[in-house]
């Protein structure tokens, strides 16, 4: 896996061709440093104009794929509205527009179960996502073996429509049927992503899927963060704030 200069020197290299290359970036612990809670997450003011001027040298193939909501990361990034793929590809917007999966009463109840529940579990922190649900425990690490174990439970009660998803202190239930790389897969079929290699940055256990596609096709994935557990990922940088200069560089 290449070190922080050879992927920052690598990545330099997109805007010699930059018709060939569509971009792919999650949000949480890769654009934006990881808040101890959901809501404590910062933006950098320059950020969403270094993205939005990176997305017109690109031609506009430049999309967030990310376990938030699609409104949320409207939020984040505001005034500008990315192609995105939110609930890990439940909600996408290209050029095709927007498809959202609806949480079922049945889904709405249980996380209502969940909620309730985690008022034992002091400094879990239940993220409501829709058709998802995250039981967040970076507050409360002594819980993550007993919080592991009911949202097994909530998972088998769901049923086959959505899975268990383990990621950086979170555990989530999100649509079965989504993927980030399956994400990708619909973004390359319209422009304009089609017929453009991909470059995928992430930093959790999340994002392999997308990097599975990057490779696949021949494109570049980089995995942010120190290393530790074993990814596909190609490159690797080791920290969001590096992530920013490599977007503030190529925006310039």
């Known amino acids: 896996m290449q070190d922080d200069a050879a992927t920052q ?4 290299l997109v805007l010699e061709e930059p018709e060939r290359w569509a971009m792919f970036l999650d949000i949480d612990g890769t654009l934006l440093n990881l808040a101890p809670t959901p809501d404590a997450i910062e933006v950098p003011e ?5 993205l939005h001027r990176l997305s017109n040298k690109l031609g506009g193939a430049l999309a967030l794929v990310t376990g938030r909501s699609l409104a949320y990361a409207d939020a984040l990034f505001k005034p500008f509205a990315f192609p995105t793929a939110g609930l890990h590809g439940a909600e996408i917007r290209s050029a095709a527009g927007v498809h959202t999966l609806e949480a079922s ?12 529940e985690a008022e034992h579990y002091p400094g879990v922190l239940i993220e409501d996502k829709g058709a998802a649900v995250a039981a967040h425990y970076r507050l409360a690490p002594e819980y993550e073996k007993v919080l592991e174990e009911r949202m ?11 899975a268990l998803q383990l990621g950086k202190m979170v555990f989530e239930l999100r649509p079965a049927r989504s993927s980030k790389g399956d994400a990708l897969e619909r973004f390359f079929q319209s422009d304009p992503f089609k017929d453009r290699c991909p470059i995928t940055i992430g930093d959790d256990l999340t994002d392999e899927s997308m990097f599975a596609i990057a490779n696949a096709r021949g494109g570049v994935s980089v995995r942010v963060g120190a290393i530790g557990a074993p990814s596909c990922a190609t490159s690797r940088l080791s920290s969001a704030a590096l992530v920013r200069n490599v977007i503030a560089a190529l925006a310039a």
């Open 9 to 12: 020197e690598m990545l330099s």
């Open 46 to 50: 320059a950020l969403p104009g270094q």
């Open 105 to 116: 009463p049945e889904f709405q109840a249980l996380k209502h179960a969940l909620t309730e």
């Open 152 to 162: 097994h439970h909530y998972a088998k009660v769901a049923g086959p429509n959505w």
